[in-house]
């Protein structure tokens, strides 16, 4: 496996592709604040390739694009956003109608089952379960082990409309739904996830992709912009496509704050994940 390689830019390598899918959280903000220098990447890159927001929000990409709004992030940076809850919602149009569902997380997320024909519905009357998060962003997951001890005896199965484990809120760690999922299946129980890493997401975007486009798509002309191994560089990996890593993002204190050089790092999680391209935060 070849070592990855440091780009002192974006514009180095971008000739090389025709479609970015570039994540958010980590990349192009930290939930509170985005950052100048990712915009301007994003702003010098539309200019002549097709920019794609993928993001594991468990809400649909309308709600998201509100919230982006706020912190001064507005369509004119990119082309499509697509969000896990898109790809859930989907799948429950199509694969789930008229059931009743339990709904574990907070209600922020109820965009996510806006004009679906199911009923939210208490865990005992519950056919399935959608997972979106933890109710309060400073919970603890000792808190969702008596919940999922009672779905687990109903032998229910749990959507999991976000398969991050943790997300970073300005300085703060904070448990997503991927965490409650994966706690749920170390208890034995039935998880499907939607989002990155799995190849659903991304085969979700190349149908939208290719309804928009009269070009046939080449995965050989993707490039993955993303900050999480677990997810976004991972998922690059499942889908056959190459990816830049931006490791200033959510693993930033396994290297900064242990003396460990950012080459280093990256080379050594480079035996676990085929990274391809590298930079501390996205810049042009």
Known sequence: MNNPVFLSGLSKIYPKFDI?????????????ECYSDALKALKSLKKT????????APRPSSSVQKFLSQI???????????????????????????ENFYHLGPDRDNS??????????????????????????????NKYFSILKKIKKRNLKIICANPDLIVHRGDRAEYCAGSIAKL?????????YFGKPYRNIYEYVFRILKKNSKKKIHKSKVLVIGDNL?????G???????????????????WSKKNI??????????????INYFQNELIW
């Open 20 to 32: 970015f899918f570039v994540d958010l959280w980590g990349v192009i903000h930290n939930g509170i």
């Open 49 to 56: 390739k097709k920019i794609i927001l993928i993001s594991n």
């Open 72 to 98: 001064n992030f507005n369509k004119n940076f990119y082309h499509f956003l697509i969000t896990s809850g898109d790809l859930t919602r989907y799948y429950l149009k199509n694969f789930s109608k008229n």
């Open 112 to 141: 996510l089952f806006f004009n679906l024909t199911l009923k939210k519905t208490s865990l005992k009357n519950a056919n399935f379960v959608i997972c979106t998060g933890v109710n309060n962003n400073n919970d603890n997951l």
């Open 184 to 192: 749920y299946e170390k208890m034995g129980g039935r998880v499907e």
């Open 230 to 234: 677990n997810t976004d560089i991972s």
């Open 236 to 254: 690059a990996n499942n889908f056959n496509v190459k990816n830049l890593f931006i490791a200033g993002g959510i693993h930033k204190t396994e």
């Open 261 to 274: 050089s950012l080459a280093n790092f990256v080379i050594e999680k480079n035996k676990y994940f085929k």
